[in-house]
Every structure is written in structure tokens, then in C-alpha cells.
């Protein structure tokens, strides 16, 4: 018996429907490379939590780590294959259990399947946003977000989190409803294995770079209002900006923008799926990575663009200060006309301020999966011990 699950749920439903992968998911997908000779595939269907064979597990860690046009089938195959053996289990030998997507947490069968089991979950803690700004989510995730939160303190026998910024906050919450955390370790993120980009930039003029679901807290409707104002005042000499990211929710405003604001029109290209290759190129070519968010619980676009040695624009939050230290330029996310101002410098190709920039960026070392794995493998080998 492998001594681990990899609950693979939200994996295998957002590949099923074609979705690209989001930050969330390539961290989940790194679990399933990293453990994946070590670790059996968990799928929670239709109320049963469906355990798949080494071997299916395999095939369906490496179906999800290069999805192929009949991953459906093959998945469907595999599932209803182990559905039949995994009814009634109970999951009675002593295992880790990683969630690292937050999926299902907030359902209270989760908990009780929990409670009713030997296993140890390890629950990768993403960020508390909902809970800290949930002006900046969907209407009800903050209360679905501290069940999730709730499930990872109560049940959780190891937390990962990502920054030191989301384990203080998830240490805050646990210390303001009265439970306690379980051990726990900060991992960092590495950046995706992004392809060499191509020689050719994919705008001739200067551009820049927003990457990102579109959704409040992201704050892209301050930079299309800047746009507005560059356009304005410079003309066809305006940069351009290039919007890369998935279309989230409550974003009306800013799509109203982006489809009917007649002077950004020819100036703001809005890139919903990008490939990794078209990715590396995009940023490899900008002059910045524009990054205004309000909040953030890591930032992997910056960590992205800082290893491919392209400077970084970005909002003062603790996150981005504990990834980059004093490498970007640090500014608030409401004071359009700094954001301008700096635009406006970055474009010239003599910018004195992007090349001090590119200087500082020289002491940059990127977080490697190998490092954040050793914290893993650490934090296991507590919770093996303590279970002694």
C-alpha cells in the first residue's frame, strides 16, 4: 500500500472541461509529479471517495501532467473501473492525504469522511482572502472559505502554506474562532516551466504585461483607465498593454472596457488562453510585468516574470516584498498617476529606472520545486514521528 492519497477532484473536473490551468492547479499538478510513485489517486463522486490502483494512478497522474484528446475517456475508464471496489471503504490504514486545491473542504461530508478514517491530511493553505477581503470575492465565499479554513484546523494533521504571509493569517483565524494550528511549514512556489521563448517579440512596440484571472481584487480597471490617459496624451506613441487571463467574475466594468472603450481599441489586447510557449514570449519581450493587485496571498506571475529577467511594476503587499525583496518597483494600487508616471518611463528604451531595475534583478534566485518539496518531506517526517 502507497503511503500517500492525492485528492485529484478539482484536477480532473477542470481538465474535463478543457479549462486551463490555473495557479491553483499547477501546484497541484507538481504533487502529482513529485509523489506520484508514491501516491494513489483520490476522485470524490457522487458521494463516494474512489481510491484508483497504483498503476491506474499513474496513468492518471501522467494523463494530467500532459492531457491528450481522449484523457475523458480514459479517465471515465479508470474511475468507474475502481468505483465498485472503493464503496463502503473507510480508508482504515494510517496514510497522508493531500488536499492542495481547498477542493471540497466546505462540505460538511468531507469532515465527517475524515473523522471516520486513519488518514492524515496535509491541506495546501492557498490564501485566506475570502475571509480577510471578501469585497473582493463572490458573494458567500467568505462563509465557504472558513469552513475550508475550519476543516484545515480541526482535521488537518500538517498545513503547507505558501508565504509567510498565509500561514500568519491562517495562525490569526485559528487564534480568533478558538482553534489551534496544526503543524506546519512555508514552501514557496516555483515558477512554471515555461518554454525558450521565440525571437520575435508578438507586438513591434513597447508593451507591457498584466497576467491574471480578470476579477476585482486583480485591479485591472485601474491600469485600462491609465491606458485611457496614455492614449490620450501620447497618441500612436502610447505602449501598448497586453491582457493575459481568463475572464473572472464580477468584472463587468472592466469588459465593458475592454470591449467598447473606443480609444483602447488597437492598444489594449485582451489574450484569454495563452500557451506556455506564447507565455514565455510575451514576457520575455515586455518592458514590465504590471501586477496592481489589492491583495495577494503569493504572486506567482511575478516570481514568472523576475526569473525570466523581466521587471516588475507592482502594488506594496507583504507577499510580493517576502518573494522579491526590493527588486520591483513598489507603489499604491489606487495612485494612478505614479502607476503612469512609471509606465511612461519604462516604455523608453533608455529607461534609467528599468535599467536599475534589471540591476537589482541580478540577485535574484527563483524558489525551485526541489526546495519547496525538501519543507514537504520535512514536515511528513514530524508528522510520522509524532504519530509514533
Known amino acids: ?28 499538478l507538481e504533487y502529482a509529479r513529485h509523489f506520484g510513485e508514491r501516491a494513489t489517486a483520490l476522485v470524490r463522486f457522487a458521494g463516494q471517495w474512489i481510491e484508483l490502483s497504483p498503476n491506474d494512478s499513474e496513468r492518471t497522474f501522467e494523463a ?113 474562532v478558538g482553534l489551534p494550528m496544526p503543524p506546519a511549514a512555508v514552501a514557496p512556489l516555483a515558477p512554471a516551466r515555461l518554454p525558450a521563448p521565440a525571437a520575435s517579440p508578438p507586438l513591434e512596440q513597447p508593451y507591457f504585461v498584466m497576467l491574471g484571472t480578470i476579477e476585482p481584487r ?15 496624451r501620447l497618441g500612436d506613441a502610447a505602449p501598448r498593454l497586453m491582457v493575459i487571463g481568463q475572464r473572472g467574475w464580477e468584472c463587468e466594468n472592466v469588459v465593458d472596457l475592454l470591449e467598447r472603450c473606443a480609444p483602447l481599441q488597437g492598444f489594449v489586447h485582451e489574450r ?38 523581466l521587471p516588475v511594476i507592482a502594488s506594496e503587499l507583504p507577499a510580493f516584498r517576502e518573494i522579491a525583496g526590493d527588486i520591483p518597483e513598489y507603489l499604491d494600487p489606487l495612485d494612478g498617476k505614479r502607476w503612469r508616471e512609471l509606465i511612461e518611463d519604462y516604455a523608453l528604451p533608455d529607461s534609467p529606472l528599468r535599467a536599475a531595475q534589471c540591476q537589482r534583478m541580478n540577485g535574484f534566485a ?23
Open 64 to 176: 494530467l501532467l500532459s492531457p491528450s484528446a481522449s484523457f475523458n475517456q480514459l479517465i471515465r475508464r479508470l474511475v468507474a473501473r475502481a468505483a465498485t471496489q472503493s464503496i463502503g471503504r473507510r480508508f482504515s490504514a494510517p496514510r497522508f492525504l493531500f488536499n492542495t486545491g481547498h477542493s471540497g473542504l466546505e462540505q460538511a461530508q468531507y469532515a465527517r469522511r475524515l473523522q471516520h478514517s486513519h488518514l492524515r491530511p496535509i491541506f495546501f493553505v492557498h490564501d485566506l482572502i475570502p475571509i480577510t477581503h471578501p469585497e473582493y470575492c463572490r458573494p458567500g465565499e467568505c462563509g465557504k472559505h472558513r469552513l475550508r479554513m475550519n476543516t484545515v484546523l480541526e482535521h488537518g494533521h500538517g498545513v503547507i502554506a505558501n508565504s509567510v504571509q498565509t500561514l500568519d493569517e491562517l495562525v490569526a483565524y485559528g487564534e480568533a
Open 366 to 388: 527563483a524558489p525551485t520545486w526541489e526546495a519547496h518539496f525538501e519543507q514537504v518531506e520535512i514536515l511528513m517526517g514530524r508528522l510520522r514521528v509524532a504519530a509514533a
Open 1 to 28: 500500500m502507497r503511503e500517500a492519497l492525492i485528492d485529484v477532484t478539482r484536477l480532473l473536473d477542470r481538465t474535463m472541461q478543457g479549462r486551463l490551468p490555473t495557479g491553483v492547479d499547477r501546484v497541484s
Open 218 to 232: 486583480k485591479n485591472h480597471w485601474l491600469l485600462l483607465q491609465v491606458w485611457r490617459q496614455l492614449v490620450e
Open 272 to 309: 484569454a488562453a495563452c500557451s506556455d510557449a506564447e507565455l514565455a514570449s510575451c514576457l520575455h519581450h515586455a518592458q514590465a510585468l504590471l501586477f496592481p493587485s489589492f491583495t495577494e496571498g503569493y504572486g506567482m506571475p511575478l516570481v514568472e516574470a523576475l526569473t525570466l529577467g
